[in-house]
């Protein structure tokens, strides 16, 4: 006679089936799409986008420093990292009002969402509390909120959430191989833990990289790589094009070449189908051919605004006239 109960006949067969993995992209599948044809691989990333998202659409962001430089990280790139001598000036953290008037501003001019940027290794307590006011009084204009203070501890995540936040941005910034020629006094695992605090929290995470800090094009291909193998990818990942500036161990960096720019932009689309890939530091330089490359490879947001954190941006009027010649809608 058969005694296995009907719970245990039922545990039984649920362990018998197996438990999806979410497919993961290795280094060498996204450096195959590096190799394609560039017209190959266009017409690839287009076809994963019109799959996905309206191709006509781009999403604007307004983005807004609200404490300036003084920074005790060394990230390479950075103007505001307290090691190197740059022009940033250190700016104490805003008020509350100063920063609501300009998330209006940027309201009327369009943007959709509003990102804070601090330049913190992470935030203290007393900074949390004139954050998550910013957050609370930004939301309530009906904005989608995002920000970005560095590393996280302890119940900061949650904190934030209860405050209205959409975004947590939180780059990854290049390759795991690479990231030790870049920054020195943290580790990109802490960058990892911070992003999976954020997620645990149920916010949602903006998380991308810089290109042109003279990393190979294997080290771009395993970024896109790691980004894509979040589990689920960022739902939004910038990509920065290197602003060199000058003071930082990065100011002479060689500039990467529009087309490897391009690649990148159709490969990250590709392996991160559903996420917006944001067309985000660098722009001013771009011509408007290559804007309108990249948002035909894949990019559908922008940082929309005349300043990024501490340098200047294409303008508002030159990306409306940009989005009138190419027809499309900011979103
Ligand atoms: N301190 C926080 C952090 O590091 O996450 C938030 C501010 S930090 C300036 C935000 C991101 O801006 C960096 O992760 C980096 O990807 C980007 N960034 C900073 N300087 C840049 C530059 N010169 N060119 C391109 N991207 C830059
Ligand atoms: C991101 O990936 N790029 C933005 C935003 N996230 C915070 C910042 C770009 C900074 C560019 C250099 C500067 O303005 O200092
Ligand atoms: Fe500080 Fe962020 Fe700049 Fe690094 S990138 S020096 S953490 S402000």
């Not at 005790?72 to 104490?92: I, L, N, P, V």
């Not at 990102?115 to 004139?130: N, S, T, Y």
């Not at 910034?173 to 990892?192: C, G, M, N, P």
């Not at 790589?225 to 910038?238: F, G």
Request: glycine fraction near 6%; charge should be neutral.
């Amino acid at each position: 006679m058969n005694t296995i109960s009907p719970a245990s006949a039922l545990a039984q067969a649920a362990a018998s089936i197996p438990t999806p993995t979410p497919p993961r992209w290795t280094v060498s599948a996204v450096e195959a799409l590096y190799q394609l044809p560039l017209m190959d691989l266009l017409f690839r990333a287009q076809q994963v986008h019109r799959e996905n998202f309206d191709p006509n659409e781009v999403q604007r962001s307004a983005l807004i420093s609200i404490k300036t430089g003084g920074c005790s990280e060394d990230c390479s790139y950075c103007s505001q990292s307290a090691r190197y001598k740059t022009d940033t000036e250190r700016e104490a953290l805003m008020e509350v009002e100063d920063v609501l008037a300009a998330a209006r501003e940027a309201k009327a001019k369009g943007a959709t969402r509003f990102c804070m940027g601090a330049a913190w290794r992470g935030p203290k307590e007393k900074q949390m509390e004139v954050v998550t006011q910013m957050i609370r009084e930004v939301k309530s204009l009906g904005m989608e909120t995002c920000v970005t203070l560095g590393m996280l501890k302890d119940d900061q995540a949650q904190v934030l959430k209860a405050a209205g936040l959409d975004y947590y941005n939180h780059n990854l910034d290049t390759a795991a191989e690479f990231y030790e020629q870049v920054i020195t006094t943290h580790k990109q695992s802490d960058r990892l833990d911070t992003i999976a605090q954020v997620r645990a929290a149920g916010i949602k995470v903006c998380s991308g990289g810089i290109l042109g800090m003279g990393e190979s094009r294997r080290n771009r291909a395993a970024m896109i790589a790691q980004l894509a193998n979040l589990n689920p990818p960022p739902e939004s990942v910038p990509i920065n094009n290197l602003i060199a500036i000058p003071g930082t161990p990065l100011a002479e960096s060689e500039k990467i070449d529009n087309f490897e720019f391009l690649r990148s932009i159709a490969a990250a689309r590709i392996a991160m189908p559903k996420s917006y890939v944001r067309l985000s530091a660098g722009r001013e330089a771009m011509s408007d051919e290559m804007q309108a490359l990249c948002f035909f490879a894949g990019a559908n947001s922008i940082f929309s605004c005349d300043k990024l954190l501490t340098m200047s941006n294409s303008g508002v009027g030159r990306d409306l006239a940009l989005f009138d010649k190419l027809g499309l809608r900011s979103v």
